[in-house]
């Protein structure tokens, strides 16, 4: 097991936070306080220890911190100390140099490194509020959700969504002004564009059925727990493909002809009717044999965590990449007692460093003398005291 977790955690002008700074020892952190008090911003700030723009999304111009009626935030950092399989501290950060800056800076051991290099020491996983009506909304949202769990087990995921989003902007701009009466898209650029969307395409449906079927293996093979069991399913044509034998490059020619065949069509649409982009994750409650969207809110909310819980177990055991780091935004509150005992114990069996947030302290009784608590206020942030249970 490659144990990679967060020994302290250091931020500076980060969204309410002028200055914090918390010495976590590798330990997993619950966190509570009242509404606003910077639960959430804590939880984003080590979600930025991996590529992209974190929890919440946000433009990285946003997270600097502003006082109210300032419309430009300031320039940030989080800084953290990594404690690695060897015992050795690795020194991590990220933020910008400049107030306002859209781009940011990532660092590892004081050398400027480019974002993606953040994957192969920290690997955050999260699960907040935002997601609560995933089964709801659109299948955009369910891809990018599933997507972030096909990442922390093969962070290449992202450079070939990355790769087929390019290309496929570039396919629709070519395809519309054709279709407006404007330039007529050149065929040996649309077969160019094509071909690099069919070798990216094949690979992201490749790793999302790799991450089902493992995922699917591990849900069924944890049973006993008092988490709805899901079946999982991905309806898009390329990954069933992908599930069913097809190779890569079976399903890169396929697809390549298939985008071909599809000009006048996509080029009428405004938008590619087949790809990759266009699946969907379905998530059936086994019990109650219903889907998730026919659930109650709870029951839903108990499968995304099931998920993440899953595929954070299954990369616990992984040898070759850091241990995910899980966290979770006011999921607590929406777990029965039964559940939320049997999530702290399976946080602690796992060795998983979790970071929880929740208005109410009682909601972590569970974790005490597992997990250290901190109180989050207009003060700051005050760490209780801590002394480990005796039997972990
Ligand atoms: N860029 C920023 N600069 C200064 N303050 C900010 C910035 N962005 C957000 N905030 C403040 O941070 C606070 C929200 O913090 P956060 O979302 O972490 O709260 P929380 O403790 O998770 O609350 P809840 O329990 O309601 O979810 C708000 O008061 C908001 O105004």
Redesign the pocket.
């Known amino acids: 097991m490659a144990s990679a977790t967060i020994a302290r955690l250091r931020l500076t002008?980060?969204?309410?936070?002028e200055r914090a700074d918390l010495q976590v020892g590798g330990r997993s952190v619950y966190?509570f306080?009242?509404?606003?008090?910077?639960?959430?911003?804590?939880?984003?700030a080590v979600s930025l220890l991996s590529p992209g723009k974190g929890l919440r999304g946000?433009s990285l111009a946003?997270?600097?911190?502003?006082?109210?009626g300032?419309s430009v935030?300031?320039a940030?950092a989080v800084a953290a100390e990594v404690e690695q399989a060897d015992g050795e501290l690795l020194k991590v950060g990220t933020g910008t140099e400049l107030a306002g800056a859209a781009r940011r800076i990532v660092r590892i051991e004081g050398e400027t490194v480019p974002p993606g290099r953040l994957a192969d020491h920290v690997r955050p996983m999260w699960l907040t509020?935002a997601q609560d009506r995933l089964f709801l909304e659109a299948a955009s949202d369910r891809r990018k959700f599933f997507d972030r769990l096909v990442f922390a087990a093969e962070p290449s995921h992202a450079s070939h969504a990355n790769a087929y989003d390019k290309a496929q902007r570039e396919r629709m701009r070519l395809l519309s002004d054709a279709a407006e009466g404007g330039a007529p898209a050149d065929p040996a650029w649309l077969t160019v564009l094509e071909a690099r969307l069919a070798a990216a395409g094949a690979l992201m449906a490749h790793a999302r059925a790799r991450t089902l079927t493992a995922l699917q293996a591990e849900i069924d093979g944890r049973g006993d727990r008092p988490f709805p069991q899901a079946r999982l399913a991905l309806t898009g044509a390329w990954e069933q493909m992908a599930l069913t034998g097809a190779d890569e490059a079976e399903i890169e020619l396929q697809l390549a002809s298939a985008l071909a065949a599809a000009r006048p069509r996509d080029g009428a649409a405004g938008r590619a009717l087949t790809g990759p982009h266009r699946g969907d994750l379905a998530v059936f409650h086994v019990d109650k044999d219903r889907p998730a969207s026919e659930c109650s809110t709870g029951e839903q909310k108990a499968l995304i965590l099931n998920l993440v819980l899953a595929q954070a177990a299954r990369l616990s055991r992984a040898e070759s990449a850091p241990n995910p780091i899980v966290l979770l935004?006011?999921v607590a509150a929406h777990l029965d007692l039964t559940r939320r005992a049997a999530l702290a114990d399976e946080l602690t069996a796992l060795k998983l460093q979790a970071f929880l947030?929740?208005?109410d302290e009682s909601l972590f009784d569970h974790l005490k003398g597992r997990a250290l608590g901190v109180r989050?206020s207009e003060a700051g942030l005050t760490p209780l005291e801590f002394t480990a249970l005796e039997d972990e």
């Open positions: 002008d980060f969204r309410s936070y966190l306080g009242p509404n606003g008090a910077g639960k959430t911003n804590l939880l984003e946000s946003e997270v600097g911190r502003r006082l109210p300032e935030g300031r940030w509020p935004d006011e947030t929740g208005t989050v």
